[in-house]
Antibody, heavy 119, light 114 residues
Framework: EVQLVESGGGLVQPGESLRLSCAAS????????MSWVRQAPGKGLEWVSV???????YYADSVKGRFAVSRDISKNTVNLQMNSLRAEDTAVYFC?????????????WGQGTLVTVSS | DIVMTQSPDSLAVSLGERATINCKSS????????????LAWYQQKPGQPPKLLIY???ARESGVPDRFSGSGSGTDFTLTISSLQAEDVAVYYC??????????FGQGTRLELK
């Protein structure tokens, strides 16, 4: 069974950093395009970043230069390093599995981890 | 980026009645080389992650009840629930994956019971 479990969320002050992790089971993260999608409180879904099967990474303009996505193959995890956090980064962050050859649609999602940026 | 616009923003439907949600993209998401529409639909209930319902505009995800169907092509798409059940109360999102890596979602449509 495919499962994604996020961790690492919490309350931080503006300008601080946080590292999220997404632990995958039931498949290997290097075989799919893996994305992070966030949802601000009471708002819709916003794609944040993706790591391709070949390791290339891409970001939404709103986080480019501040966030970095990576993989730990030994742990089968996908990580999101978030630096210079802003109040507008406050959201539930979901890890989502894309297709093997496209960012595509997301057939599996984690439960999400809440990031709150506030002084 | 391709902008996805859903209508209506909210919808109230009686049990057993049909629910229809529309999604319009700012440019075509039909890839001519394979004649596929790069459009998906999700259902999200409170406190839960989104759940994939439909992909390639009309392909139903495994385990999704057949009362859910997707249609449309190019820039105009529809999610139809043929006979609303109480458990279908949720927010529904469309998503385009034509313009990758920058995939985009619609703003969501809240479906309630009348």
């Amino acid at each position: 069974e495919v499962q994604l479990v996020e961790s690492g969320g919490g309350l931080v002050q503006p300008g601080e950093s946080l590292r999220l992790s997404c632990a995958a089971s039931g498949f290997t993260v290097t075989n799919n395009y893996m994305s992070w999608v966030r949802q601000a409180p009471g708002k819709g879904l916003e794609w944040v970043s993706v790591i391709y099967t070949d390791g290339r990474t891409y970001y939404a303009d709103s986080v480019k230069g501040r966030f970095a996505v990576s993989r730990d193959i030994s742990k089968n995890t996908v990580n999101l390093q978030m630096n210079s956090l802003r109040a507008e980064d406050t959201a539930v962050y979901f890890c989502a599995r894309g297709m093997p050859s496209l960012v595509g649609f997301f057939d599996s999602w984690g439960q999400g981890t809440l990031v709150t940026v506030s002084s | 980026d391709i902008v996805m616009t859903q209508s209506p923003d909210s919808l109230a439907v009686s049990l057993g009645e049909r629910a229809t949600i529309n999604c319009k993209s700012s440019q075509s998401v039909l890839y001519s080389s394979n004649n596929k529409n790069y459009l998906a639909w999700y259902q999200q209930k409170p406190g839960q992650p989104p759940k994939l319902l439909i992909y390639w505009a009309s392909a139903r995800e495994s385990g999704v009840p057949d009362r859910f169907s997707g249609s449309g092509s190019g820039t105009d798409f529809t999610l139809t629930i043929s006979s609303l059940q109480a458990e279908d109360v949720a927010v529904y999102y469309c998503q385009q994956y034509f313009s990758t890596p920058s995939i985009t979602f619609g703003q969501g449509t809240r479906l309630e019971l009348k």
